[in-house]
């Protein structure tokens, strides 16, 4: 709303300059703010974070008089964790409608909800999310931590991811494909969007072709999933996306700067990016919000709901932005989440031997002997150096 607000005012401005007769529009310079990413951006992420605190409350006591609590698995499946989170049984879930709510209003009252980035990356978000609910309510309807079966998931995750990889590929503002003022630059030379990059390097690694489909689709599966691995103590995985939202908001902005990425990071540049700051920083807003009934001890979690919604929003937006290696670095701790899954189902299956006390890696370090508190902090801190250590890598040369 915000956008086109500014876009009335940019027009009755300019016709009342040509004109001569100074009206309305000259009256509300002010509204002038509104072009601007960075004003748009930090509004959205306190719209977000004011939303969220606001409907917080009543979507708890609703989830509760749903009777939707967390179904928590059983001693006879996880053993000594049982007694450690036996406290939380009951625990409302499905809080995820808050944080995709809280992103989707805000984006739509301060960004341009047309924008082809910020449409791929909401429209991944709310699809992701929509498989996360239908997860969630067979959970609680069953009273089972088994919702949908691993291959249901996996087949609308790939409809899903197909169609955004499809999207970034064939749209011409995104790709430049039949339109070569359009697409990505990187230096002083256009590149395709099958290019693959990484900032330490001034030209591409190397070029996919139309192989970069699946590629995509397989980061937007992969991040989804790893969010939602990292999803299991209070309050971790809302920390880890406020950290790699906030780092990826920058890198969208500086992206849509044509010198700053051209000229002086060397980073791919495209004219419609910057605007995907504004739908990153309402992830921001929406998970400090979350973050505030989500913290331990908890009085909701955000389930699939949230998780899978939140690791679409980023797998698009790394996407986006070019920067998709970089989401090695800078979600480092959901690829630490993910890769201790598949080493230590790999590991039993082949050596009959587990790595890990358990995995994910943070019920590791829980049976080791951490306080839940000591692990979601620690690795709250290792995502901010994570995400600060990515963002520091665009000026290595």
């Known amino acids: 709303m915000l956008y086109w607000i500014y876009q009335f005012w940019k027009e009755a401005h300019e016709a009342e300059k040509a004109s001569g007769d100074l009206g309305w529009a000259h009256t509300f310079d002010a509204l002038n703010l509104f072009r601007y990413i960075t004003f748009r951006a930090a509004v959205a992420c306190l719209l977000a974070f004011s939303i969220s605190l606001m409907i917080g409350p009543r979507v708890i006591r609703k989830l509760i008089s749903l009777k939707l609590g967390q179904p928590i698995r059983t001693a006879a499946e996880v053993h000594k964790l049982a007694e450690l989170h036996g406290g939380k049984i009951g625990t409302p879930t ?13 984006t739509l009252l301060c960004a341009n909800p047309l924008n082809p980035f910020v449409a791929v990356c909401a429209c991944t978000m709310g699809a992701c999310g929509l498989l996360g609910f239908c997860d969630d309510y067979k959970k609680v309807k069953e009273k089972k931590s088994d919702g949908l079966s691993s291959r249901q998931k996996l087949f609308w995750q790939l409809i899903i991811a197909l169609i955004a990889a499809c999207f970034l590929y064939f749209k011409k503002e995104i790709s430049g494909f039949g339109d070569a003022s359009h697409g990505f630059q990187l230096g002083k030379e256009m590149i395709g969007i099958d290019a693959i990059c990484f900032p330490l390097f001034k030209t591409p690694l190397f070029h996919l072709g139309w192989l970069i489909i699946p590629f995509f689709a397989l980061i937007i599966i992969g991040c989804s999933n790893a969010v939602n691995l990292t999803d299991g103590l209070d309050g971790l995985a809302t920390g880890c ?3 790699t939202a906030l780092a990826y908001s920058m890198l969208a902005y500086l992206a849509g700067h044509f010198f700053l990425a051209t000229d002086y990071l060397v980073i791919p540049h495209n004219q419609y990016i910057g605007e995907l700051a504004v739908f990153l920083m309402a992830l921001v807003g929406a998970g400090l919000g979350f973050l505030w009934f989500n913290c331990h001890p908890a009085k909701v979690f955000m389930g699939d709901t949230g ?13 986006a932005t070019k920067q998709e290696l970089l ?3 800078i979600g480092g701790v959901f690829v630490m989440e ?9 590991s039993f299956k082949t050596r009959k031997k587990r790595i ?13 002997g951490w306080h839940e508190s000591q692990v979601i902090i620690r690795f709250w801190l290792l995502s901010l150096m994570l995400a600060l250590f990515g963002l520091a890598l665009l000026k290595i040369r």
């Open 307 to 319: 998780s899978l919604a939140i690791g679409g929003a980023l797998g698009s937006a790394a996407i």
């Open 94 to 106: 499905m809080g995820g409608v808050m944080i995709l709510g809280s992103v989707l209003l805000a």
């Open 327 to 329: 989401l090695v670095i």
């Open 241 to 243: 996306t406020i950290t």
């Open 356 to 368: 890990f006390r358990m995995s994910p890696i943070h019920h590791h370090f829980e049976l080791g």
């Open 338 to 346: 993910a890769m201790s899954v598949i080493l230590q189902v790999a």
